[in-house]
T-cell receptor
Framework: DTGVSQDPRHKITKRGQNVTFRCDPI?????LYWYRQTLGQGPEFLTY????????KSRLLSDRFSAERPKGSFSTLEIQRTEQGDSAMYLC????????????????FGEGSRLTVL | SQKIEQNSEALNIQEGKTATLTCNYT??????LQWYRQDPGRGPVFLLL?????KEKRKERLKVTFDTTLKQSLFHITASQPADSATYLC????????????FGSGTRLSIRP
């Protein structure tokens, strides 16, 4: 397994356009997270899935953002009607849910998808 | 609300010295705390986890402490090297949902030769 893959790595779009990012997690991982990161800040939680169920979504996330994880495998994050404030690095991470006593709870991150909205 | 604070200013250290980074949190008691390293343009990479019942954890040149009374974790890199230059992030399980992992803003560390 090559780890968490994200596509595309870079996306430049015009304001008002829709964009979609894809994340392929480590194959046996049942939990998948999306984060957004801007320069000089830590990753900001957006949403997470356990298998195909979206269990939590940040209250900061507008209705223009939607994420799916059909069949509990890859995930997509779509941003509709992009705004310049959406420019950021979008990070995906996956993990395997087991009792904490048996694991470090480590999140495995992809390299991110950098979005620039002109 | 839950808050995580890390040194906002960059830390510059002479090679060979010990670098110490701080992570403070407020308003609740997490069961554990994690530290990650992030290089420019890359995703974070996990380094260490420390549980609430552990005072200290070591891994090679890394040492992490966890003071649940002070609500603080310290991250030490001994015998620092230029290759240790990166941003270091602390992360905690969420107050409302332990499955939601929340990150601090990170501290940028530079080790000069």
């Amino acid at each position: 397994d090559t780890g968490v893959s994200q596509d595309p790595r870079h996306k430049i779009t015009k304001r008002g356009q829709n964009v979609t990012f894809r994340c392929d997690p480590i194959s046996e991982h049942n939990r998948l997270y999306w984060y957004r990161q801007t320069l000089g800040q830590g990753p900001e939680f957006l949403t997470y899935f356990q298998n195909e169920a979206q269990l939590e979504k940040s209250r900061l996330l507008s209705d223009r953002f939607s994420a799916e994880r059909p069949k509990g495998s890859f995930s997509t994050l779509e941003i509709q009607r992009t705004e310049q404030g959406d420019s950021a690095m979008y990070l995906c991470a996956s993990s395997l849910v087991v009792p904490l006593s048996l694991t470090t709870g480590e999140l495995f991150f992809g390299e991110g998808s950098r979005l620039t909205v002109l | 609300s839950q808050k995580i604070e890390q040194n906002s200013e960059a830390l510059n250290i002479q090679e060979g010295k010990t670098a110490t980074l701080t992570c403070n949190y407020t308003n609740y008691s997490p069961a554990y705390l994690q530290w990650y390293r992030q290089d420019p343009g890359r995703g974070p990479v996990f380094l260490l986890l420390i549980r609430e019942n552990e005072k200290e954890k070591r891994k090679e040149r890394l040492k992490v402490t966890f003071d649940t009374t002070l609500k603080q974790s310290l991250f030490h890199i001994t015998a620092s090297q230029p290759a240790d230059s990166a941003t270091y992030l602390c992360a905690l399980p969420g107050y409302s949902s332990a499955s939601k992992i929340i990150f601090g803003s990170g501290t940028r560390l530079s080790i000069r030769p």
